[in-house]
């Protein structure tokens, strides 16, 4: 009984090791496709509140999401697959409006009970002043996609895109600092990162969607 328990506790440790050994079934890896991502502000649209360079890697980072095939942005020696070029026509972000005003707001607190048992209750006030940021962008903007893979497929198309902000929030309490239970404050944009948030509106969903298609033209003409 022994050494069948034996005999029975090695093969079960050589089927573990062995299957222990076995290449793990992993899915391919998805094909690279160099892209140049071109820039143009000829007219100084964007009035330099933009960095042109971090715009481009944001744009890339935006229109690679759910891929088939992992867009790499090419160097400037590279001769790219794709070409995407982005022609800011026209930008125009508003001057912010920040509107505030102050209110007193009171609520009571039970502080315990008087003699007969009934609720003792003390009246909190707090000063609380509320503002209000709202700022408008608007764009124009123009994109089109080439390829020098031979692919019968190009894409042009023009996105007129506006964003909005309008954010409320507390910016000061004075008195009962749990008066209220309203946000304290969302950050503002950063100027330099409207641009793309215009983008994210449309465009950059377009662009992604075109990609898409490219990619499936070229697995369907290697086939």
Known sequence: MKKSRS???IL?????TCKAKEPVN?????KSVTIAINIHDKNNATQNL???DFFRLQLLDEIRKFQKASFVLAENDENPELILDLNIEEYKL???NKTVSTSMQSRDIRTGQDDKGNPVYETMRANVTTARIRRKADARM??????SAGLPYNYQETFETSYSYDNRYIESVQGDQFITKESRGIPEPRESDILFLLTKKELTRKLSLQLRRYYDAKESASK
């Not at 992993?26 to 998805?30: D, F, K, T």
């Not at 123009?142 to 390829?147: D, E, G, L, V």
Request: net charge positive; charged share 5%.
């Open 142 to 147: 123009k994109a089109s996609i080439t390829n």
């Open 26 to 30: 992993s899915n391919p890896l998805p």
């Open 94 to 96: 508003w001057p912010g």
């Open 12 to 16: 079960f440790a050589l089927g573990f």
């Open 50 to 52: 933009v960095n042109l």
């Open 7 to 9: 005999i029975f506790i």
